[in-house]
């Protein structure tokens, strides 16, 4: 007999510019979602300045630069999460934490598992995104480190 489902549905926010180094969370949510039998939805939220620095040669409006970033996002998804997993991924554009936590609501995940940086002097004195999550979040939070 196996135990029961514990989590019902994953959000997993993604930075598509980290390193492969540090998408371990991926794999992890990946694991869990198969452990329990339930879907993860997949988030990259594109904070105006950055998606225009990293596109700036590539795409000439910013939908060309969500365009580019959903479908680095599923490449990337195809690649780490195994087929039994079934999933879902959306890019929005605003405040990273701020999205997440509306996400979270808006689809009535019960987990969200996120990678965390080492903390830099600014998020010392304004906090990271992570760190904002856990404080906000109404549903279990999962920080995976590198």
Not at 14 to 21: H, L, N, R
Not at 36 to 47: D, G, I, M, Q
Not at 106 to 125: C, E, G, K, N, Q
Request: charged fraction near 20%; include cysteine.
């Amino acid at each position: 007999m196996s135990a029961p489902a514990i989590f019902k549905s994953v959000l997993l926010p993604v930075d598509i510019w980290e390193t492969p180094a540090s998408l371990k969370h991926v794999s992890t949510a990946a694991g869990i979602a198969l452990a329990n039998a339930c879907p993860v939805h997949a988030l990259t939220v594109l904070p105006d300045a950055a998606a225009i620095e990293h596109y700036r040669f590539s795409a000439v409006t910013f939908d060309d630069a969500l365009a580019r970033a959903e479908s680095e996002l599923r490449a990337l998804l195809e690649r780490m999460v195994p087929a039994a997993v079934s999933w879902t991924c959306g890019v929005v554009r605003g405040d990273v934490y701020k999205e997440i936590l509306r996400t979270a609501q808006d689809r009535a995940v019960d987990l969200i598992v996120m990678a965390a940086h080492r903390p830099r002097m600014t998020d010392f004195l304004i906090g990271s995104n992570a760190e904002k999550v856990v404080r906000h979040a109404k549903c279990s939070v999962l920080i995976v480190r590198e």
